[in-house]
């Protein structure tokens, strides 16, 4: 079994900031990569910000000089730090990573439970 544990969400105002956290754990051989989704109400879920082995990072356009992501490879944990949030960044964000299973010996995708983010005055 491997589980995703999200954290961090919540109400902010517009110009505020979060950090959201997804710890992986279980019967994780290796991770290859992990990211950040979103799903707003009404529209499909998009990447926001993923990292992969190497450290390279990559960010849809719309966050790019507001969001960061980081990942403490000794905790199997990734966060995400939003910074000048938008109203239009309300959504349930969710926490997505590639893992090599040791018990399957799969690799497979894995997924949080989801968090929400409110942006609003």
């Known amino acids: 079994q491997v589980q995703l544990v999200e954290s961090g969400g919540g109400l902010v105002q517009p110009g505020g900031s979060l950090r959201l956290s997804c710890a992986a754990s279980?019967?994780?051989?290796?991770?290859?990569?992990m990211g950040w989704y979103r799903q707003a109400p009404g529209k499909e879920r998009e990447l926001v910000a993923s990292?992969?082995?190497?450290?390279?990072?990559n960010y849809v356009d719309s966050v790019k000089g507001r969001f960061t992501i980081s990942r403490d490879n000794a905790k199997n944990t990734i966060y995400l730090q939003m910074n000048s949030l938008k109203p239009e960044d309300t959504a349930v964000y969710y926490c997505?990573?590639?893992?090599?299973?040791?018990?399957?010996?799969?690799?497979?995708?894995?997924w949080g439970q989801g968090t929400q983010v409110t942006v609003s005055s």
């Open positions: 990292i992969i082995n190497g450290g390279r990072r």
């Open positions: 279980g019967s994780i051989f290796r991770i290859n990569g």
């Open positions: 997505n990573a590639n893992i090599w299973n040791e018990d399957t010996t799969r690799v497979n995708d894995y």
